[in-house]
């Protein structure tokens, strides 16, 4: 969901979010902003930002969303001239550059708010499977089944969204190699396993 020009002359809340990213750029609201430091950075009212997000997670969520969905028309883009592989390790990249180190917290931050009250955060909830359509899709195209594809999607985003983790929590552990680890594993998922004799 990229706001556009005639996007950002849509409802209230869309106006109010395309402002919110024009205000944080590629970052999210520091943890210690409150909700209504975050109405005055873009010159609205707190009760506004409540009334139309929620709350202060609503707003990191909305905002997350909206930049996840930006990344991924640029990812897909990409990966129609590629491969699987190629997929993941520009998702990686992608997700481990410096810059984008704030939103990553806010993701995680955002997920763990989401297992208490998924019901508060349905929006978010639905948009965090993006990365493991795109790549069952891709995986299909690449010649396996639906179900085993869907499975090495499922998989490799849940690989890559651990690392990334790891790094949030304990800066500078995170392996080089690590891309290529997951793209071995997805290579052993991959390869038919020989029946048994009788």
Not at 14 to 20: K, P, T, V, W
């Amino acid at each position: 969901m990229i706001l556009s020009t005639s996007e950002r002359k849509g409802s209230a809340r869309e106006r109010l979010l395309a402002r919110l990213l024009d205000a944080f750029g590629e970052a999210l609201p520091p943890s210690e902003m409150s909700l209504r430091e975050i109405a005055a950075r873009i010159e609205t009212g707190h009760a506004l930002l409540r009334y139309h997000f929620g709350s202060l997670s609503g707003v990191l969520a909305a905002m997350l969303k909206a930049q996840r969905s930006r990344d991924n028309e640029a990812l897909l883009e990409a990966a129609q001239q590629g491969t699987f592989d190629d997929f993941v390790v520009a998702i990686w990249r992608t997700y481990t550059r410096p810059e984008q180190l704030s939103r990553v917290r806010g993701f995680f931050y955002v997920a763990g708010l989401a297992a208490y009250g998924p019901e508060d955060l349905g929006e978010f909830v639905e948009s965090i499977g993006d990365l493991t359509v795109m790549l069952a899709s891709l995986a299909e195209r690449e010649g396996l089944d639906i179900k085993e594809a869907w499975d090495v999607a499922t998989v490799t985003t849940a690989a890559m969204r651990g690392l990334l983790l790891q790094e949030v929590l304990t800066p500078g552990t995170r392996s080089e190699e690590a891309v290529t680890l997951i793209l071995r594993m997805r290579q052993c998922r991959s390869v038919p396993r020989s029946r048994p004799e009788r």
